[in-house]
Each structure stands twice: as C-alpha cells, then as structure tokens.
DNA sequence: TCGTTATTTCGCCAACAAGCGAAGTATCGG
DNA sequence: CCGATACTTCGCTTGTTGGCGAAATAACGA
C-alpha cells in the first residue's frame, strides 16, 4: 500500500498540489513553478521530489534547466487512476483558475529572461495557446 | 480544493487505510475496527472522525455501538472516484489481504461477547461470508 | 440509581512535514 | 578557468499529526 500513501500524501499539500496541476497540459521547468508559487527554490525543489517519489511526475534535465512533467498516461494504472481524480476534482477549482491564468503570464514574460532562451517563439506561442486553453 | 486535500490527507495514513478497506463489504463497530488495527480506542476514534470529515465514510449510533460504514456510492463524485482508486489500487494489497483473513474471526468472535448482541445469528453469518468473499 | 460498557474529548509527547536561507553541485558564457 | 544562473541538499525552526492514557459522555442492565 506504499504506493497508494506516497500519491495521497503527495496530493494532501495545497502548494503541491498547484504545481501538479500547472503541469497538466505542458512541462515546466523549476524556475516558473517557483514564480507560480512564489516559495523559496529549496522548498519547490523538496516539493517536486515529492510528487516524483510518489510517480505523479518527472523530470527531464536540458542544460541549466530542469523541466517537470505529469507522467500521465505513462504512469501506472494506480497512480493514473489517482492523476484522473486530482484533474477531474480540480477542473474548476478557483486557485487552480488563477493559477492558469498566472502561467499565462509567465510563459508570456520568463523565455525572454530565462528558463527557455533555447525554445523559439513559434513553440512559445502554442504554449501560450495551450495555457489559454 | 479543500474537499481534494481532505480526501488526500486521509487517505495518506495506513492505519486510516485499513480502517477504510475493512469498510469495504460490510459495516463495522468501533471496537471491531479498535481490535483490527490494535490501536488505542482513542487513537481509532480519531482516526475514523478523519475519514468522516472527507467524506469517505459516515456512522450510524445504535444504542451504545457506532457502526462506521464506506460512503461508496452516496458519496459526491470527487469523493466516489477516490474511493474506486483506494479500493482498486489495494484489492490486492497484502496487509489489507491479512486484515480481511483477521476480520473473519474477529466477525465470528466479537458478537457473542460485545458489538452486536443484537444481530441475529443468521445476519452474522451473512456477515461472515461476505468476509470471506 | 449505580455500575458497566462503548465511544469521544482532552492534554500531553515524540515524530514528521513545510518553510526558509546558506552552502553545494552542475552547466553555460565569456 | 571564472562568474553567473538553475537547481538541490543541508541545517534549522515552527506547526501539524499520530500515538497514548485519563477523564468525560452516553446508553444499557440490574
């Protein structure tokens, strides 16, 4: 039943549960999902290793840049039975609205500056337009 | 997403877990469920106003005895569909496989002596083997 | 009414989890 | 190489949680 308490656990923190959810129509890297939560690095960082323990999530390393991702359909029927009840529940949760209209707004501002100085603008613009979705 | 975060800490448990499964077929009193877990009855009271409070399971007082019962299908469809995922990912969990074996003889054992003196002997047998299902 | 039994509430302690900042690791740009 | 940038790990503090036993509440049985 380990697998089961290490998903419940992960979805039982509000934080991280948002940073689930920001990843639920595209990966993200670290640095946006410090700017959406607005926490610290370190306890974004400790959160995510959390939700990848547990199997909801992972990673991909690309130079500097650590990018997130829901595991989805790759996941295990048992986690992705448990990712199916968090998107479904959460579909018209109010902080999780506004938590999608905020990545808007990141994705728009941060490739200038930082985490995706390598993604050209075509591939930014339907990010864009998936996170308006 | 209050309701998604109750459910999720509830479940996050293994003690709140057993307690939860051993709900699964049938209807248990407090004590039933105090000598599954072989906590302190304080503990298991806690641990059971938890899993009220999500909605995963509600009680029903019968003279000096609470019979505890899985909310399953009355349960709000957030609700509903972590209740399939945490019975579907455990149907063959091992621990929750010895719980059902030892609920078998705490079904057989504890009416003659406490829980419920006012189940007939017919229903106790039904009751049995539904256990043994 | 009084004692007994079933369960909950309260008060406490130990273990854990979430937060931060500082220091460490890794990669890129010069 | 060296500085800067993106994370992560470590060490710490604070709040929460799970456990217990003792006391409170409730209901039955004599």
Redesign the interface.
């Given at each position: 039943?380990n697998?089961?308490?290490r998903v419940?656990?992960?979805?039982?923190?509000?934080n991280r549960?948002r940073a689930f959810l920001a990843l639920e129509k595209r990966e993200l890297c670290a640095c946006q999902l410090i700017e959406l939560l607005g926490l610290a690095p370190s306890t974004v960082s400790k959160h995510m290793a959390v939700l990848k323990h547990a199997g909801l999530v992972d990673s991909r390393k690309s130079g500097r840049w650590v990018h997130y991702r829901c595991t989805g359909k790759r996941a295990v029927p048992?986690v992705r039975?448990?990712i199916?009840?968090?998107h479904?529940?959460?579909r018209h949760?109010p902080?999780?609205t506004r938590d999608r209209r905020r990545l808007v707004a990141i994705l728009l501002r941060t490739p200038a500056e930082a985490c995706d100085t390598d993604r050209s603008p075509v591939t930014r613009r339907s990010a864009v337009a998936a996170a308006r979705r």
């Open positions: 039943m697998e089961l308490l419940a656990r992960a979805l039982g923190d509000p549960v048992a039975e448990a199916a009840w968090a479904r529940s959460l949760d902080q999780i």
